[in-house]
């Protein structure tokens, strides 16, 4: 049996953004897979645009990633106590595109932010925006993973056994939703 497809995606556009370390933390966790990561980089939804120029190209292959993938792991920074506008801006987008790609998906999310909640509201409100699309998002364990660029070492690696246990957990969830 070939290895599962997983997608991750980051809610932060910074190369070196904790959400985007954990998101392949996440992926070294999850065991054997053929890793995507999704980009987020995309124009500002529009709708004039959209009628006038249709889906743009970047935003069809985030929405064809999704839709060939066994699961998705979303981990989301906390900005002004939500997610980022980028991440609402590719559900909005992918929303546009033909057919669910989210529809019966396994998605795991998480969260990595400089707080003490460590993005615990932007997680329960990107909960919140997947429920339209119907994918089946894990209930838990969560991982909330305050204080996070202290969290990592020169390789990218947790350095709590208690984060990498709770994602560890996480991830085999995941992997069973993805191949059962």
Known sequence: MADPVLLIIS???????????????AARLFGPAEVIEGDLNLPLYDGDAEEADGIPTAVQALADQIAGADAVVISTPEYNKGPSG????????VSRTEGNPWADKPVAVMSA????????????????????????????????LAGSSKEFDAAGRLTSELYTKTLTDLMTQLRAAATG
């Not at 909640?117 to 909330?144: T, W, Y």
């Open 113 to 144: 932010a400089a707080g003490r909640a460590g993005g615990e509201r932007a997680q329960m409100i990107l909960r919140s925006f997947l429920v339209p699309f119907r994918p089946r998002v894990l209930p838990g364990p969560e991982v909330h």
């Open 86 to 93: 980028v991440l609402k801006n590719a559900l909005d987008w």
């Open 11 to 25: 809610g932060s556009l910074r190369k070196e953004a904790t959400n985007r370390k954990l998101a392949r933390e």
